[in-house]
Nanobody, 118 residues
Framework: QVQLVESEGGLVQPGGSLRLSCAAS????????MAWYRQAPGKQRELVAA???????NYADSVKGRFTISRDNAKKTVYLQMNSMKPEDTAVYYC????????????WGQGTQVTVSS
């Protein structure tokens, strides 16, 4: 089992940048695929970006070219670099993990609020 703790989010102006981190503990981090999801008020939780243990990535169309997911297995941490942020990126961001591709992401962190507003 893996435990996840996200870094603090914050308030960002449109066009600005923010980096989130998610620290893992309790298991072999490099074996897990990791993902960032987000949930805006009144909307379902949606996948933002995911990365396999080997570093293969995929992104939601809405963030391609603006967000980058990465991981440091030695530090047991996954990152989400968010650039050119838009008001529609406002949401609570969650970090998740899974061991097998046919499993849903889980072991959610507590979530962190990101607000994009002028």
């Amino acid at each position: 089992q893996v435990q996840l703790v996200e870094s603090e989010g914050g308030l960002v102006q449109p066009g600005g940048s923010l980096r989130l981190s998610c620290a893992a503990s309790g298991s072999i981090f490099s074996s897990y695929a990791m993902a960032w999801y987000r949930q805006a008020p009144g909307k379902q939780r949606e996948l933002v970006a995911a990365i396999t243990g080997g570093g293969r990535t995929n992104y939601a169309d809405s963030v391609k070219g603006r967000f980058t997911i990465s991981r440091d297995n030695a530090k047991k941490t996954v990152y989400l670099q968010m650039n050119s942020m838009k008001p529609e990126d406002t949401a609570v961001y969650y970090c998740g993990a899974r061991l097998q591709p046919d499993q849903p992401f889980g072991s959610w962190g507590q979530g962190t609020q990101v607000t994009v507003s002028s």
